[in-house]
């Protein structure tokens, strides 16, 4: 796999992301799944940075991955730094106001498009953006299953377990961004050219 083509897909992949956080998930205060949703959990409490939890969070997976299944450790590195700065440094779009004319539903399932994108993206390239994404990916791997679909299978667990703990999270519309990303990118992970 060309390094340009793992480049390209890293940056894409976390501008999809990071614009799926940054113009629709926080402002709405909505909820995702896996360690990216305990950062934003941990956001709407503390009011701390989205990009630099995340990053905190994912420290012991990485090191787990380092042990266990090496090449996702230096395959999803990139991913988690690259989306943790990018996602810090597009904090300005939630000020756009997008939020404020926009349907809850399409701004959850517009959300779960661009956030589905970015991770198929980078899967088709075996690059996650890290934190429970590879655990999922590790999983996967171990039980032969379409990693996409495993980190649906977290996530779903994250946004329940973060409905509870939040007042205004709203379960529905949380749930329907999980299974956005989950459809989004597990159908752009096993699209092949013909």
Known sequence: MSFWGKAAAIGIGCLFISVGINLFLVPFEFLEGGALGISLIIHYILDVQVGL????????????????????????????????VIIDMLTPLRKAGLHEEMNPWVGAITAGVCIGCGAGLMLRKDISIGGTDLLAQMVAKKLSMNPALMILCFDVFIVTIGTTLLSQARLGLSLTIVLTVGITATSIVAYRKK
């Open 53 to 84: 939890t995340f990053l905190l969070i994912s420290i012991p997976i990485f090191i787990a991955a380092w042990f266990l299944y090496r090449p996702f450790f230096y395959n999803g590195i990139h991913g988690l730094l690259c989306s943790s």
